[in-house]
């Protein structure tokens, strides 16, 4: 069984840096063919993949948030974390850490419970 959990402040003043974690257990984040991604919702809307690094550190983003997104990894915490610059309050949202995995049993998902952050002076 697999647990993500994100961690990270709830409210973070426009223009700065957000920056959350999510720290993974019962599978590390170097396991062949899985991939570690972070998506929001914003209130009132659907979810937006933001961007995800892969087994390998791969990395790849959203083209609309890429100028701004960055996402990194230590493994030696089994952690990754996004890393979104000159936030706005359109960047409030709740922000959620998703693993996708290719086992012998086939695709399979696990999601974190989700933070909210608010964008606000």
């Known amino acids: 069984q697999v647990q993500l959990q994100e961690s990270g402040p709830g409210l973070v003043k426009p223009s700065q840096t957000l920056s959350l974690t999510c720290t993974a257990s019962?599978?590390?984040?170097?396991?062949?063919?899985?991939?570690w991604s972070w998506i929001r919702q914003p209130p009132g809307k659907g979810l937006e993949w933001m961007g995800g690094?892969?087994?390998?550190?791969?990395?790849s983003y959203s083209p609309s948030l890429k100028s701004r997104t960055t996402i990194t990894r230590d493994t030696s915490k089994n952690q990754f974390s996004l890393h979104l610059s000159s936030v706005t309050p359109e960047d409030t949202a709740v922000f959620y850490c998703?693993?996708?995995?290719?086992?012998?049993?086939?695709?399979?998902?696990?999601w974190g419970q989700g933070t909210q952050v608010t964008v606000s002076s």
């Open positions: 690094i892969d087994y390998d550190g791969s990395t």
């Open positions: 998703n693993a996708h995995m290719l086992t012998t049993d086939g695709v399979r998902d696990y």
């Open positions: 019962g599978r590390s984040i170097t396991t062949s063919y899985h991939a």
